[in-house]
Antibody, heavy 114, light 112 residues
């Protein structure tokens, strides 16, 4: 069964760091498009970061230089290291496989910066 | 960035009746490889988004055939042929033709 399970969210003070993890089962993250998407009531859905191919990465402007996406093939996991967190990073963060759009989603993990 | 604009933002529908949602992109979604990476997602209350339609008109695995997608270039439509109670929620269009991948604002489908 294909499944994505996020972890690592929580309450953090502005300026702090968190590392989100996405444990994947049912397929290998190697070479796949894997994404982190966040959702807030005010801004809706936002694709924060993508990793694909030979570890090519993309970041939306508001997180570039602060967030780092990576994958651990041995653990079949995708990570999002978030540094210098700000109040507007508060959101539910979803891990999603970026195939055919975004075809598999995790349940999400909540990050609150306050 | 490609801006995705959905209409309407709210759609009260009668059970068993059709519903349609429009999505317009600020520029063509035709990729240089000829594909159009326009998807539709459903988000039920308290749930993560779920893929319904990909590349404009391809129904994802397990999606009921009452859901269909159409369109080309910059104008796209999601149609629900006969709305059922389980279809209540938000619907989003999304483009993956060009970074940043962007979403529409969402359309709330509710039962009258």
């Amino acid at each position: 069964e294909v499944q994505l399970v996020e972890s690592g969210g929580g309450l953090i003070q502005p300026g702090g760091s968190l590392r989100l993890s996405c444990a994947v089962s049912g397929f290998s993250v190697s070479g796949r498009y894997m994404t982190w998407v966040r959702q807030t009531p005010g801004k809706g859905l936002e694709c924060v970061s993508v990793i694909y191919g030979g570890d090519i990465t993309y970041y939306t402007d508001s997180v570039r230089g602060r967030f780092t996406i990576s994958r651990d093939i041995s653990k079949n996991t995708v990570h999002l290291q978030m540094n210098s967190l700000r109040g507007d990073d508060t959101a539910v963060y979803y891990c999603a496989r970026g195939e055919n759009g975004m075809d598999v989603w995790g349940q999400g993990t909540t990050v609150t910066v306050s | 960035d490609i801006v995705m604009t959905q209409t309407p933002l709210s759609s009260p529908v009668t059970l068993g009746q059709p519903a349609s949602i429009s999505c317009r992109s600020s520029q063509s979604l035709v990729h240089s490889n000829g594909n159009t990476y326009l998807s539709w997602l459903q988000q039920r209350p308290g749930q993560p988004p779920r893929l319904l339609i990909y590349k404009v008109s391809n129904r994802f695995s397990g999606v009921p055939d009452r859901f269909s997608g159409s369109g080309a270039g910059t104008d796209f439509t999601l149609t629900i042929s006969r709305v059922e109670a389980e279809d209540v929620g938000f619907y989003y269009c999304m483009q993956a033709t060009e970074f940043p991948w962007t979403f529409g604002q969402g359309t709330k489908v509710e039962i009258k």
